[in-house]
């Protein structure tokens, strides 16, 4: 089950789609939404840049406009998560932080089961229009799930599992059984090898293991393609979510869900569900 969500909070529709997506699932499983805000202190200060001699007045008082700039924002931005919450009756609570919003995310994302991301983020100061890096690094150094969403909200009704028995793809798989178990999703799981025999093998071991949490509706799809050559054609506008492994940490060799999760970011108008 999932208990514990976390929504990091900018100013974008990205987000706003977020803490929809987080209500939706919080509603399924009982579970509590904690909506945070960073002030990224470091940004502002960075952003104000060097001072002349006799100028120190001037760049305080421009620090703290851009500083009540940034927590107007903010505050707009926590308005609009406590009234999407309240108007569906779910657990929430604010929390407000202050430092590099990748270094926040990824240390309070460790006491929770989820996290909810848009696929760009904005929690740049100087950029407003020009997304950031922080979904980058995040990805790059979580240890639990991560559930990335695009500017439009898509209902989730069809599921796309790209899965190759590899320790990544293995943890978002355990963590989609978590999330699906009480939706009721249609589920296929595609297997890219030329070993036939362990494609055997892992679609009797799968089929038990969706079966022990409950999950029943699952197709099972080998193929011997590369998942990135057949996936507009055959997949992507069929499903509404997409799980798959992120290999990006510290790899040496590029396997191909790697290149499917970058691919599927940069096309943008699908959620994804990463294990990393």
């Keep these: 089950m999932i208990k514990r969500i976390l929504v990091p909070l900018d100013s974008s529709k ?3 789609n977020a803490i929809k997506y987080a209500i939706m699932i919080a509603k399924k499983h009982n579970a509590s939404i904690t909506g945070m805000t960073i002030l990224d202190i470091t940004a502002i200060e960075e952003s104000v840049g060097s001072v ?10 421009l620090e703290e406009a851009k500083i009540g700039e940034v927590n107007n924002n903010l505050s707009l931005a926590e308005k609009k998560f406590t009234e999407l919450c309240m108007n569906d009756n779910v657990n929430y609570n604010l929390e407000e932080s202050k430092g590099i919003p990748s270094d926040w995310i990824l240390k309070k994302a460790k006491f929770y089961d989820l996290v ?16 950031g890096d922080t979904i980058k690094k995040v990805l790059n150094h979580s ?7 695009p500017e439009n909200y898509v209902d989730i009704q069809n599921v796309l599992i790209a899965y ?7 943890r ?3 963590g989609f059984v978590r999330l699906a178990r009480v939706l009721n999703f249609n589920v296929k799981l595609v297997n ?4 036939k025999k362990y494609a055997e093998f892992l679609r009797t071991n799968l089929k038990e293991f969706f079966e022990a949490y409950g999950i029943k509706n699952v197709e099972f799809i080998h193929t011997e393609e590369n998942i990135i050559d057949i996936i507009d054609d055959k997949f992507y506008g069929k499903n509404d979510l997409f799980v798959i492994g992120a290999h990006s940490k510290n790899a040496v060799k590029e396997f191909f869900i790697g290149s ?17």
Excluded: C
């Design 14 to 16: 990205y987000t706003e």
């Design 192 to 195: 890219s090898t030329s070993d």
């Design 116 to 131: 909810l991301m848009g696929m760009r983020t904005y929690f740049e100061l100087e950029n407003p229009d020009k997304a």
């Design 172 to 174: 978002a798989l355990h």
């Design 143 to 149: 240890v639990i799930p991560i559930l990335v969403v």
């Design 260 to 276: 499917l999760t970058r691919y599927l970011i940069d096309k943008n108008d699908k959620p994804i569900f990463l294990g990393l």
């Design 52 to 61: 002349p001699l006799g100028g120190i007045y001037w760049a305080e008082k």
């Design 164 to 170: 190759d028995g590899s320790m990544q793809a293995t």
